[in-house]
C-alpha cells in the first residue's frame, strides 16, 4: 500500500515545489518536485525519512538553496 503522509507546498508561486513524506510497503518515501519531476529516496525508518523530510521543508520555509542542491541533497544526503 502506498500512501501520503504529509505534503508541503510553496505558496504564491506559479509552479510550486513540494515536499511529501509517505508510506510505501514497509518503507518511507520522501519527494521532491513539481509538475510531473519528482526526485525521491526511500528509507527504511520513519526517523530517517522525517530528518530529511524536515531538511527539506525548512530549506522552503526559508528560501535556501536552489533546487538542483535539494534534489542532491536527497538524492545523496549531502549538499552540493
Known amino acids: 500500500m502506498i500512501y501520503t503522509i504529509a505534503v508541503i507546498t510553496e505558496c504564491c508561486k506559479e509552479n ?10 514497509n518503507e518511507y518515501t520522501v519527494s521532491l518536485g513539481r509538475e510531473g519531476q519528482y526526485t525521491s529516496n526511500t528509507f527504511k525508518s520513519m526517523a530517517d ?6 531538511k527539506l521543508s525548512s530549506w522552503l520555509v526559508m528560501g535556501l538553496y536552489p533546487e538542483s542542491a535539494k534534489r542532491h541533497f ?5 549538499i552540493e
Do not use: C, D, M, N
Open 74 to 78: 536527497l538524492e545523496t544526503g549531502t
Open 16 to 25: 510550486p515545489l513540494t515536499v511529501e513524506i509517505g508510506v510505501k510497503g
Open 49 to 54: 525519512a522525517y530528518k530529511v523530510f524536515e
